[in-house]
């Protein structure tokens, strides 16, 4: 039975969620699909190439449907489902970290924030810029939400050095809703 690229990335999504971005690979997913390696790299050339179509796939999880229509609020929905879609998926936010998609609910993603702050009267290059950030901030946030060691930072090991101390309460603070929140307010700032 000819398998499609639509049930590669499927597969390749299946994998990350069950085991995590290490176990995904062509021979895993030619495994899963019950068919050789080749019909699986007809679909997706390459590891990277494969990569791309996974990470492109995670992003269409953020609807742009029923958006706001003042800019600051819509800019902002995006930045949560875009979180959102990230964490939907186990290491969903390393995947697209690690890839330049520039594929069709990416570029659909990038489009409609550049067009919200566009319309909050942001120069061209500031919206680009400033959609960028806001991309990174979110993309670093839930790689280290979906990667939070289960110890805190100590005292000890900080050791000497004033300026932790001082904030020490707030770097074990694993409140990513809010730290998300507060952050997208600062990149959203005019």
């Not at 050789?36 to 269409?60: F, G, P, Q, Y």
């Not at 990230?86 to 570029?107: I, K, N």
């Amino acid at each position: 039975m000819t398998k499609s690229q639509a049930d590669v990335v499927r597969v390749a999504l299946e994998l990350l969620d069950e085991q995590g971005v290490g176990a995904v690979s062509m021979r895993a997913i030619a495994q899963r699909l019950g068919v050789r390696m080749n019909t699986v790299l007809w679909h997706a050339k390459s590891k990277a190439r494969l990569d791309e179509l996974m990470a492109d796939a995670i992003v269409a999880g953020a609807s742009l449907d029923g958006l706001p229509t003042p800019w600051h609020e819509r800019a902002a929905e995006i930045a949560r489902r875009y979180r959102a879609a990230l964490l939907a998926h186990r290491d969903g936010a390393t995947v697209v970290a690690g890839t330049y998609a520039a594929e069709p609910a990416t570029l659909d993603l990038a489009d409609t924030l550049i067009a919200a702050l566009l319309d909050g009267g942001y120069p061209e290059r500031e919206a680009a810029w400033t959609a960028f950030n806001l991309v990174y901030f979110v993309l670093g946030l839930a790689q280290e939400e979906q990667a939070l060691p289960q110890r805190p930072i100590t005292a000890e090991a900080i050791g000497e050095r004033s300026a932790l101390q001082r904030v020490l309460p707030a770097l074990n603070d694993v409140s990513f809703d809010e730290r998300f929140a507060f952050g997208v307010a600062r990149l959203l700032a005019r």
